[in-house]
């Protein structure tokens, strides 16, 4: 799977929209984009995931560039429980194989009231 | 309510004793998975299993074994043969394997040594 950059930390003011970018150059033309967050000592929650469209569900917006090498995940007026660390993924569509997911460090989203 | 349970929330373990951790989904997923989570780090694949009775290593399944003798079950055993057990455990599923098809977690488990 591909390797992804983030920022490790972020802050967005309550109410505000969060928008948290991802570098994943190396993607290939059958590798997904996932968003997952994590509050501590809590498992992962799944949020968004996306190919080549833009998509869009109740917790967020997945935003992919046309070259599909970065993306942005839009929390649209965050609040105090958006705190948490974001992990974003790539993932390869292939149903074979080691079938996990890779998890680098996130980036640590603070929500600031 | 539909998902994924994990018990104990919190196990304590005596060098040298097996224990197992449980974990329980009644989404009708076909595809179950152990990770292993240490602190300041991301997950790290212990076992998967994409059907009932079958099951594969990932990239760090010494000192662990799994079954999978119900769609709904798959529980993980640490063995003696795990020399660094302390970490947070968390179990997955989903609809089946592939890039489409986004894994749930539990809550975990988190394992410390006495």
């Known amino acids: 799977d591909a390797k992804t950059t983030q920022p490790p930390s972020m802050d967005c003011a309550e109410g505000r929209a969060a928008n948290l970018p991802c570098n994943h150059s190396t993607i290939s033309g059958n590798e997904y984009v996932y968003w997952y967050r994590q509050i501590h000592s809590q498992g992962p929650q799944y949020i968004i995931h996306?190919?080549?469209n833009n998509e869009t569900n109740e917790m967020a917006s997945l935003i992919i560039t046309e070259d599909r090498k970065s993306s942005t995940l839009i929390l649209p007026h965050a609040t105090l429980r958006d705190t948490a660390v974001y992990y974003c993924i790539v993932r390869l569509n292939s149903g074979g194989g080691a079938d996990g997911l890779t998890f680098g460090k996130g980036t640590h989203l603070i929500i600031q009231p | 309510d539909g998902g994924i349970t994990q018990s104990p929330k919190y196990l304590f373990r005596k060098e040298g004793q097996n224990v197992t951790l449980s974990c329980e989904q009644n989404?009708?997923?076909?595809?179950m998975y152990w990770y292993r989570q240490d602190p300041g780090q991301g997950l790290r694949l212990i076992y998967y299993s994409q059907i009932v009775n079958d099951f594969q290593k990932g990239d760090i399944a010494e000192g662990y074994s799994v079954s999978r003798e119900k769609k709904e079950s798959f529980p993980l055993t640490v063995t003696s043969a795990q020399k660094n057990p302390t970490a947070f455990y968390l179990c997955?599923?989903?609809?089946?394997?592939?890039?489409?098809?986004?894994?749930?977690f539990g809550d975990g488990t988190r394992l410390s040594i006495l």
């Open positions: 997955a599923s989903s609809t089946g394997a592939g890039g489409n098809q986004p894994q749930h």
């Open positions: 996306g190919l080549k």
């Open positions: 989404l009708n997923h076909d595809a």
